[in-house]
């Protein structure tokens, strides 16, 4: 999953991209409000995260101009500000959650977990395809019952193969989703990681990952 990060303190920025990554997100960030918009406003985002307070536009316009495009995104808002009638007004605004600093990453991370639980983010709660069960929810991969351990990031990717199921998934798409904008698009961690999949999802005359030359990925069922 990837979420967008919009902060101007370095410090939280740091820890937070930290946190999340180590637990299989991919993770932009910006240090004001107009490139956490533009970022908003280009890529698809599983949760932004916001700032109240931001150079050059507020958590509050960059609200007001996400839903203005009809985006759905769940927006988080982290803030100083305690009052009832602020946490009210960002709530009308479009904000899906409002988190007072300081906060415990044990409730921040409650918190995204709640969001992208919800039903708008059109997420099945367990992902089946042939003898494989996921609950991405509880990090949790399994074949014909038995569990299958994978690194956070083979797990994201085996995820957004499995609910894009059927359809070849081209590399950018694949970088966009599973891994963050830092990420450099012509190294092949993309191979790995697929090579690695199929080392423990796939058994013998029985692919299931297949790949397209100059395409893309696609996790299928061929009889």
Do not use: C
């Not at 639980?117 to 990090?139: A, H, S, W």
């Not at 970088?175 to 961690?189: G, I, K, L, R």
């Amino acid at each position: 999953m990837r979420l967008l990060l919009i902060e101007d303190d370095k410090e939280i920025i740091h820890l937070l991209s930290i946190a999340l990554k180590s637990l299989g997100f991919a993770v932009d960030t910006a240090e004001n409000g107009e490139n956490g918009l533009n970022l908003a406003l280009i890529n698809h985002y599983d949760l932004i995260i916001t700032d109240y307070n931001l150079p050059i536009l507020s958590g509050r316009e960059i609200i007001e101009s996400v839903r203005s495009e009809n985006q759905s995104t769940p927006i988080l808002v982290l803030s100083i500000r305690s009052e009832i009638s602020d946490r009210v007004e960002l709530l009308n605004l479009g904000a899906d959650d409002y988190l007072t600093k300081p906060f415990t990453l044990s409730e921040l991370l409650a918190r995204i977990k709640a969001l992208l639980r919800r039903p708008q983010n059109l997420k099945t709660t367990i992902l089946k395809i042939g003898d494989l069960e996921m609950q991405p929810e509880r990090f949790l991969l399994t074949k014909n019952g038995q569990r299958i351990s994978l690194p956070s990031k083979e797990f994201s990717l085996l995820q957004y193969l499995i609910e894009n199921k059927g359809e070849i998934m081209s590399r950018q798409k694949i970088m966009e989703h599973v891994w963050d904008e830092e990420a450099d698009p012509f190294s092949n961690a993309i191979e790995v990681h697929i090579m690695n999949l199929r080392k423990k999802i796939e058994t013998k005359n029985k692919p299931m990952i297949f790949t397209y030359p100059n395409r893309g990925y696609k996790i299928d069922i061929e009889k």
